[in-house]
């Protein structure tokens, strides 16, 4: 895969990321060593390089971002209802 080819992928990543501003999701993001962080929450926004997703946790409100590679590369799983948001979706 070209540099260019990774471009246009990760910027269609972003584009159907948009779609669901606002909506609940899944996520699923991998933290190495068999550790697995699985959360249910909105996807808050998409910003140029990165997507923020907030959720709620022991009564406080938190936000994590992570990068539209991580989508790419599967270390982040994100499902809209049944969907799943990513390279499946590219």
Do not use: H
């Not at 140029?48 to 009564?59: A, C, S």
């Amino acid at each position: 895969m070209s540099k260019q080819d990774a471009t246009n992928t990760l910027d269609l990543i972003r584009e159907n990321l948009n779609d669901f501003v606002g909506q609940e999701i899944y996520l699923k993001a991998n933290k190495g060593r068999k550790k697995v962080f699985e959360v249910q929450g909105v996807l808050e926004q998409t910003y140029p390089k990165v997507f923020v997703v907030r959720f709620n946790e022991r009564q406080v409100e938190r936000r994590v971002s992570y990068s539209y590679a991580d989508l790419l590369t599967e270390t982040v799983e994100l499902t809209v209802g049944s969907m799943r948001i990513g390279t499946q979706s590219v």
